[in-house]
């Protein structure tokens, strides 16, 4: 019964720092939102008729993030980093490993594997039911697809490059987390598109992306400061990938309406995008 309660209070406590550390960056987005909301409103008064001119205002807007809103994930990512030489940090994560696996040597769940990408489906979802998000169906999945190219590639970089053995011995790819990274670029990417209609589509996003954090703790995968270092790397790779696309959506599409046009298909049971234009 002890050692049960000595689990749960781990679990709480791994699950509240990684919430404090996730909502000090919304809390400080949100104060750079505000501003540009009310830049955005104010044009959308005078120029109300303009409404191909709102969605570039809102690209560029979109592209205008400032500095400090990367803070919080930079220090994850630098945490990360410290600990694979900080004696005091490496200790640390031996500390949190022997204190989770105390009474759950057999613990095992694959939930993981599809909570990650679970606050990504859900913008679609949301969309798919009405709730319309910040951006369209063509802007929001190249946003995606240009995050998931900036973490898949800086995941496996440092995986490679670090050789950091996993808790469970099983290979060398301990550092960073790439269920925690992909997991939280999901979460990251849900609040840029739903933030602003309620706080409450980006808390359940990052909640969802603590627990798969957790859960590969449980699992043995990963070191705590694994998945820090994976859960700043995810938020950084949709913050850039948010910052860099207006410049990307000039380049591919330019200036002119575009003719290109992207919509979710499903045939014979298969899921897909259908793509169409003129090239």
Not at 63 to 70: E, I, P, T
Not at 250 to 264: E, F, H, Y
Request: proline residues 3%.
């Amino acid at each position: 019964m002890a050692r049960n309660f000595v689990d749960q209070y781990m679990f709480t406590k791994l699950s509240l720092s990684f919430l404090v550390f996730c909502f000090c960056g919304i809390t400080l987005r949100a104060q750079e939102t505000d501003s540009i909301k009310i830049k955005k409103d104010t044009s959308d008064h005078q120029d109300s008729i303009h409404h191909k001119n709102r969605g570039q205002a809102r690209l560029r807007d979109q592209g205008k993030l400032k500095l400090y809103a990367f803070i919080p994930a930079t220090a994850a990512v630098a945490y990360g980093f410290t600990a694979l030489n900080a004696d005091f940090l490496r200790s640390a994560d031996n500390q949190i490993y022997k204190s989770i696996k105390h009474d759950n040597r057999n613990f095992y769940t694959n939930a993981d594997d599809y909570l990650r990408y679970v606050p990504a489906v859900a913008v679609y979802g949301l969309d798919l039911f009405g709730v319309k998000g910040k951006n369209n169906f063509r802007d929001k999945t190249s946003i995606l697809l240009i995050s998931s190219a900036f973490t898949g590639i800086t995941i496996n970089v440092l995986k490679k490059s670090s050789n950091r053995l996993r808790p469970n011995r099983l290979n060398d790819y301990s550092f960073p987390s790439g269920h925690a990274a992909t997991a939280f670029a999901s979460a990251e990417f849900l609040r840029q598109e739903y933030g602003e209609i309620s706080p409450w589509y980006t808390a359940a996003g990052y909640s969802v992306a603590t627990t798969t954090a957790v859960l590969r703790l449980y699992k043995s995968y990963h070191w705590f400061s694994d998945v820090v270092a994976g859960a700043g790397i995810g938020i950084l790779s949709t913050k850039f990938a948010y910052l860099v696309y207006p410049s990307v959506k000039r380049a591919v599409w330019g200036r002119k309406k575009s003719n290109t046009v992207m919509m979710p298909s499903y045939q014979n049971g298969v899921p897909g995008l259908f793509i169409s234009g003129k090239f």
